[in-house]
């Protein structure tokens, strides 16, 4: 077993990806929720509702405000930037929901979805694939931003796209391409290591730290050419600003396994003080060679927790974990990376 020096506590937890229906429902609180899970340590809790005390709960009327029909499948956590929620569907829409009445204020579509059982055959998130990961609100802004997948690769291939609204009105980002940014191009730390988005899926929430947005990719089935990716998208350049992959193959079979897709359930990459990021991944290439803290020659991280520094604009490994089990957990295909990392607030600390 290996063992490194994080900076902050994490806990990782197995879960399993479970499908939100299309109906939203949300409660009368009015405080934001910008990410998926609150906040940068992906804990949950939101300890600023100003509305939801122990008197509201049991008294009564605690319960769902709306429900409202959307456009496709949800699987993406509905964000709230008040007054409007986002929710974003499997078919390629964004809305603009009253966080009070749940009336639709704005609708955009963003392309054809994808439909990857078509194309390899895989049903993985349905017959639809396309904005699964949770978005990301500036704060600063108000604006929202998305990863979405759309057929048009050659054939009608999967490829993916970051997309940028305005909260508020759904009008485009200033300056963002019309069609999005392509996510596309080689590793940082292999350029033979291509991103290939049909056997890619973008589940995790998307993170946003010093005006880049983060999101991390996995697979579709196992299927065909494919690894973990964490790639950064810049606010002010609208494009890519750095690509890691978890195994430096530039092929879907490194010495063994393929993979350490990152997907986590949906939850986002934990962020500490420092900008650093923390991803666990799924069954693939066990590292060797260097011990945590010194990974100069490490170029494979399944079934790991790996921490990865963003100073300078390039993501880097620093540090990574992986349990005594490793090897059996990836015969079992039994993923490390199934739950995201979380990191204990400073009051449980």
């Known amino acids: 077993m290996r063992t490194g020096l994080f900076a902050s506590a994490l806990v ?30 992906s804990t949950g809790w939101y300890p600023n509702e100003p509305l939801l005390s122990p008197s509201n709960v049991t008294g009564g009327n605690f319960g769902g405000l709306f429900d409202t029909q959307l456009n496709g499948e949800v699987y993406a956590q509905p964000l709230a930037s008040q007054p409007t929620v986002l929710a974003v569907t499997e078919n390629d829409y964004a809305y603009g929901l009253n966080s009070t009445t749940g009336a639709i204020e704005w609708r955009d579509n963003f392309g054809t979805v994808a439909h990857p059982e078509q194309q390899i055959g895989c049903t993985d998130i ?18 929202a931003y998305f990863v979405a997948a759309k057929d048009s690769g050659p054939n009608g291939a999967t490829q993916w796209f970051m997309e940028a609204v305005e ?19 080689s590793a940082d730390n292999n350029a033979v290591t291509v991103f290939n988005g049909e056997y890619q899926t973008q589940r995790p929430g998307l993170v946003l730290i010093n005006g880049v947005v983060y999101a991390a990719f ?28 978890t195994e430096e193959c530039g092929s879907n079979v ?16 934990v962020v500490d003080s420092q900008g650093d990021i923390f991803v666990s991944t ?45 090897q059996a957990l990836n015969y079992q295909d039994g993923d490390l990376g199934s739950g995201g990392p979380v990191a204990l607030p400073a009051i449980m600390g």
């Open 218 to 245: 996995g697979s579709q089935c196992d299927d065909g050419n494919w690894e973990g990716w964490l790639i950064g998208v810049s606010e002010s350049t609208h494009s890519i600003t750095t690509m890691w992959s």
């Open 12 to 41: 990782v937890a197995s879960a399993v990806a479970i499908p939100i229906t299309s109906v939203i429902t949300t409660s009368s609180a009015k405080a934001d929720a910008l990410q998926m899970s609150s906040d940068n340590s």
């Open 282 to 326: 799924g069954n693939g290439d066990i590292p060797s060679g260097p011990e945590p803290g010194n990974d100069a020659t490490a170029d494979t991280y399944g079934e790991a927790v790996v921490k990865l520094s963003t100073s300078g604009g390039i993501l880097h490994p620093i540090d990574f974990f992986i349990p005594a089990d490793a």
């Open 254 to 269: 490194c010495s063994g396994e393929p993979g350490a897709g990152i997907w986590q359930s949906g939850s986002p990459p």
């Open 126 to 143: 349905g017959n639809s694939l396309g904005i699964t990961g949770t978005p990301v609100i500036d704060s600063t802004t108000g604006i």
């Open 167 to 185: 909260v508020q009105t759904g009008a485009p980002a200033p300056n963002w391409p019309t069609n999005g940014v392509p996510i596309q191009g």
